[in-house]
Nanobody, 117 residues
Framework: QVQLVESGGGLVQAGGSLRLSCAAS????????MGWYRQAPGKQRELVAT???????NYASSVKGRFTISGDNAKSTVLLQMNSLKPEDTAVYYC???????????WGQGTQVTVSS
């Protein structure tokens, strides 16, 4: 079992910045990739950014150029630096890890990000 603990959400004005962090713990055989997803009220959960254990990153087009994902394999952590935040970035952000002997998706409990206009 893998546990994911997120931190760093909060309230910020449009144009501001926040940094989210996620730490994985538990019985971790291997982490293949980690990432962030978000879900706004009334909408489906969507990908924000992912990073593989090899360092390959992928971003949603809506955040490209504003958000940066980074990872530390040794510490099993992933960070999401969010700059130039917009009100439409408001959502619950979930940490995700693809991990295990047989790759399985694990999810954090979510952290609220609210961007005021």
């Amino acid at each position: 079992q893998v546990q994911l603990v997120e931190s760093g959400g909060g309230l910020v004005q449009a144009g501001g910045s926040l940094r989210l962090s996620c730490a994985a713990s538990g019985v971790i055989f291997k982490i293949y990739a980690m990432g962030w997803y978000r879900q706004a009220p009334g909408k489906q959960r969507e990908l924000v950014a992912t990073i593989t254990s090899g360092g390959t990153t992928n971003y949603a087009s809506s955040v490209k150029g504003r958000f940066t994902i980074s990872g530390d394999n040794a510490k099993s952590t992933v960070l999401l630096q969010m700059n130039s935040l917009k009100p439409e970035d408001t959502a619950v952000y979930y940490c995700n890890a693809l991990a295990g002997l047989v790759p399985i998706d694990y999810w954090g409990q979510g952290t609220q990000v609210t961007v005021s206009s």
